[in-house]
């Protein structure tokens, strides 16, 4: 099975960032030459500016971190996301839509931990919001069989083809043990039947083939699949309404099209003759501008 492991920036290496970012800073303010009032305005706006330095220093950072390995398996991208989609809805409204699909799906841990704990938490760089997604393990007996529940669940609501009905077994569809190792990272943060989780929805990967955007996961960044990706589309319909629109990829999985143990595609959410489509491609194909990987994040 295909796994990525990272090591976090060591504190030495952070330090001589910081130092360099630090002395660019100060050099362009120097250079600017402000006058003593300007110099007090900006003051009065220390809030403002550090956000302004702090968007522009994780621009940099995502862009010169970027690992070259892959990147002919990247292309220009202008897709975006559809106009009726404005982000993630309200967790609670995401939690009771799931569990009016899967009554058996128990709440009150969840409810708890958005409510106590959430507000603590900081959104992690790269993340757009949080979304509720369940722990598989609670819609089906295996991950096969909860990716085909919930798909059916989304049939049931709007017109869906599902290319890979059927053939959703262990020997077809697995997950990445890169994403299996981060979703439990964060079940023992939280003990409920569904978890919370920082996730943003293609944009960030736009382009790039999934295995190009997994070079590219941060540290604490990890592919989402089949399962998790489809709940998004039960939770959020509005975000596949039309043929020009930037389409998913599920990076958290692998699929073998022939089953036998050829890992080489990876499952897609795709709008396309007034339909959502569920079905599979080649993991290192770039095929069109628009789709990208969804990802998620652990929590900070």
Known sequence: MATLTREAATDGQVEQITRVAQDAARKTIKDFALDKDGAQRVHAHGDELAEAVRTAIIASLNNLSVPDKFKNEEVVSTYTYPPEYTGPKPILEQVQALKTAFPQLDVTATLEFVEKVLPMLQLPAGAEGWFAIPRWQKVAATYGEAVEKVLSAIGSKRTLKNYRQGQLGPDRLRQLLRSVNMFEEIGKQQTGDILIVPVQY???????????????????????????????????????????????????????????????????????????????????????????????????
């Open 202 to 300: 293609g944009l960030r990967h736009r382009g790039r083939s999934v295995r190009r955007a997994r070079e590219c996961f941060l540290v604490n960044e990890f592919g989402l699949g089949a399962f998790a990706v489809s709940c998004m589309a039960l939770t959020h319909p509005e975000r596949y309404v039309r043929y020009k629109e930037l389409d998913t990829d599920c990076a958290g999985d692998e699929y073998a099209p022939d089953a036998v143990g050829d890992f080489s595609n990876a499952p897609f959410l795709y709008f396309d003759d007034d339909r959502l489509e569920f079905g599979t491609f080649w993991f290192d194909s770039a095929r069109d501008i628009y789709f990208g990987s969804v990802s998620a994040f652990l929590p900070q």
